[in-house]
């Protein structure tokens, strides 16, 4: 039997763990867009936030600052598509009537992104800077939750197959170590059943190489992750 309790993380850490990665950046407009691109990529960070924390106006807001125009910097004609396609997900995102739809815009976004930073050949380049925690009870797991989360975000982002590999794996190995917990009958919506369900979703990552579906993956994980948190009380410190 897992025993789940609340537990609280909070964002200093997510922030220390977001760093664990690397970044360099290789924006291809020069240094001047930069800090811009930082911008955006901290409101995309607030979006995973809102949703792990049950925060629905957090990421409302992250993503309101994303379709704003005078927050926007002008993106080149060659990737006016992708630029688009994040402005949309952006758009329902920030009118999103629950976090089910956060989820699942927010992979798209990232994904779109990416699509961006391919055909320019910039953007940052994420380096898996750290192993992935360790430790065997419960907290060492969340923790372990986020840096994987965080590092495939990195790798849609990017797009960085080390990263988005990375997280994935780390993920199978942390549920492997709950698997004992996975016995039938399972009630579907279960503490064990959301751990199941994010364990058969971080194998299909495993094994997914292609952008669009490892959106969609991704966007089903937060939303995993967003319904075991409520469940379980789980949630960080605002």
């Avoid at 990416?114 to 953007?123: F, I, P, S, T, Y």
């Avoid at 989360?149 to 794996?169: K, T």
């Amino acid at each position: 039997m897992i025993h789940l309790f609340r537990t609280t993380i909070t964002v200093p850490l997510i922030s220390s763990l977001i760093l664990a990665g690397g970044c360099a950046w290789g924006a291809g407009g020069g240094e001047e867009d930069v800090p811009a691109m930082h911008r955006n990529f901290s409101r995309t960070v607030d979006i995973q936030t809102g949703i792990v924390q049950g925060d629905l106006e957090r990421a409302r807001k992250a993503a309101a600052w994303l379709i704003d125009p005078l927050n926007r910097s002008p993106f080149p004609t060659a990737v006016r598509e992708y630029e688009d396609a994040m402005l949309q997900s952006a758009s329902l995102i920030a009118e999103a009537p629950n976090l089910a739809t956060v989820s699942a815009q927010a992979g798209q976004l990232a994904a779109a992104c990416g699509n961006c930073h391919q055909a320019l050949d910039g953007g940052p380049h994420f380096v898996v800077g750290s192993e992935a925690p360790q430790g065997k009870n419960q907290e060492a797991h969340m923790v372990r939750h986020i840096w994987a989360a965080d590092r495939m975000w990195e790798g849609l982002v990017g797009p960085s197959d080390e990263a988005w590999l990375a997280g994935a794996q780390a993920l199978t190995e942390t549920n492997e170590a709950l698997a004992p917990t996975f016995r039938a009958p399972i009630p579907p919506g279960s503490l064990v059943g959301l751990l199941q369900e994010m364990y058969a979703l971080a194998n299909e990552a495993m094994g997914e190489p292609d952008p669009d579906g490892r959106a969609d993956v991704y966007g089903r994980m937060l939303d995993t992750c967003s319904r075991c948190h409520a469940l379980a009380s789980i949630g960080m410190e605002k």
